[in-house]
């Protein structure tokens, strides 16, 4: 399967296939062997602008000494990873498994599939107002003799060609500047420097025109409604030394203290500064201006059985100003300790995966219900994406017991009267008209 990474920008290409747009726009990569911050979340299509562009990196390198790793291709659009990338399940075919390499072992990531390119303000340009030094122009091979110094700042620039400058194909240059690029990485870590890489493009390779005005048609025509796509919240995440640690994403979190009144906390703002996590246990603590504090205790074992580590959801606890209720996990809540676990719905009545706890009579009617729930609180690999999800509904569900049982009593008609039929034997004597009839004694 395919990269995350590379899915976002074919997604991105797809949704802005039928909107063009004549901005002029190019992809930028960024990994750190420190945390980055975490980019804004925007809607497929969005063009990053050179201001947005500008305030991330005065939030990446506004304080202390960086180590600033430039690859700029010639030439580079997204178009170029969706197609040379392997996307399409053609792993092997990919031309990008340094890159891809890289994205994921790092331990921050982040990626912007288009990002608005103007000759006046260019990557390099905002890099070096943002870290007040001037670019070092280096290669792959000179890079080891370059003295990097950690007490100040350094920019130093890889150039990368393009497929319109060269006699080979578009797929060999893109692998031989990935191979570039894993070359010089490789150096980097040899120094055992902390350094920041970027792979963008000095221009578009491909840049999208608008398309001309037509004079509208005569006649009737059938009118539709452009969809409206609805903006989806960022999960929330904790950040335990600039490192992804808990993530929770949830399309409601409803609560409901009094009889058949509920409110849903999704729609508030919660801060997680109370949150703590550590190898073996994980609290994520969201308190919101409301006065409700929502906790999520989880904690995570060996199982020789299994031979693997796996995580629970121990508790959730709703506290308001004045009570606290707590509500117990179930067994079913849990999944291997690298995965994340989701649930269509999580709730503490009904068919309840949380289970009050008894002891607390105060708060019996208080009563949880979360929608689309999601959450993981270890093994963030993938940075500030969720990883393969567990999910809570079983493999046999309702439906296909009840398909499972219709198909077995139907089959065993179906064998009941074929061996009925078997049984059947013919007549060995007939009767013959030209003879005496057959008479068969009958006896008591």
Not at 264 to 272: F, I
Not at 290 to 301: P, V
């Amino acid at each position: 399967m395919a990269a995350r990474w590379l899915m976002v920008f074919l997604s991105v290409f797809l949704a802005s296939f039928g909107t063009a747009s004549s901005t002029a726009q190019v992809p930028l990569l960024m990994w750190s062997t420190h945390g980055l911050p975490l980019a804004t979340s925007s809607s497929a299509g969005h063009i990053t602008s050179n201001e947005q562009l500008a305030s991330y990196f005065s939030a990446t390198f506004g304080s202390g000494t960086h180590t600033v790793l430039l690859f700029l291709q010639d030439k580079l659009s997204k178009d170029d990873f969706t197609v040379f990338a392997g996307v399409f399940g053609n792993k092997q075919d990919g031309v990008f498994p340094n890159v891809e390499a890289l994205m994921r072992s790092s331990t921050s990531s982040v990626t912007f599939p288009a990002v608005e390119w103007s000759p006046a303000a260019s990557t390099v340009t905002l890099l070096e107002e943002q870290l007040g030094v001037s670019p070092i122009l280096v290669d792959a091979d000179t890079l080891s003799s370059v003295d990097l110094n950690a007490s100040a700042s350094i920019l130093l620039v890889i150039n990368l060609p393009s497929c319109t400058r060269s006699q080979k194909s578009c797929q060999e240059v893109l692998r031989e500047n990935d191979a570039t690029i894993g070359k010089a990485v490789r150096v980097m870590q040899d120094k055992n420097v902390a350094y920041t890489a970027m792979y963008t493009g000095a221009r578009p390779s491909r840049v999208i025109s608008s398309p001309a005005v037509k004079e509208p048609a005569v006649g009737r025509s059938l009118l539709q409604a452009q969809a409206v796509i609805p903006d989806v919240r960022p999960p929330i995440m904790f950040n335990a030394s600039g490192v992804p640690c808990i993530m929770l994403w949830a399309q409601n979190l409803n609560i409901s203290i009094l009889p058949n009144v509920w409110t849903d906390l999704a729609n508030d703002t919660a801060s997680v500064t109370n949150s703590a996590c550590n190898a073996t246990n994980a609290l994520l603590v969201l308190s919101y201006t409301t006065g409700f504090t929502l906790s999520f205790a989880m904690s995570q074992r060996f199982y020789p059985v299994s031979a693997r580590n796996w995580f629970t959801l121990d508790w959730v606890q709703l506290r308001s100003p004045n009570l606290t209720a707590t509500f117990v996990g179930s067994r079913a809540i849990s999944a291997p300790a690298e995965y994340s676990f989701r649930c269509g719905v999580l709730r503490s009545f009904g068919q309840a995966l949380l289970v009050p706890n008894s002891t607390e009579q105060s708060v019996a009617g208080w009563r949880l219900n979360f929608i689309d729930f999601q959450i993981q609180g270890f093994g963030l690999s993938n940075g500030t994406n969720f990883s393969y999800a567990s999910d809570c509904a079983g493999f046999f569900t309702a439906g296909i017991w009840m398909g499972l049982l219709s198909s077995l009593l139907l089959l065993a008609i179906f064998v009941y009267g074929l061996h009925m039929i078997m049984q059947l034997n013919t007549m060995d004597r007939f009767d013959d008209p030209k003879g005496p009839s057959i008479s068969v004694p009958q006896s008591d």
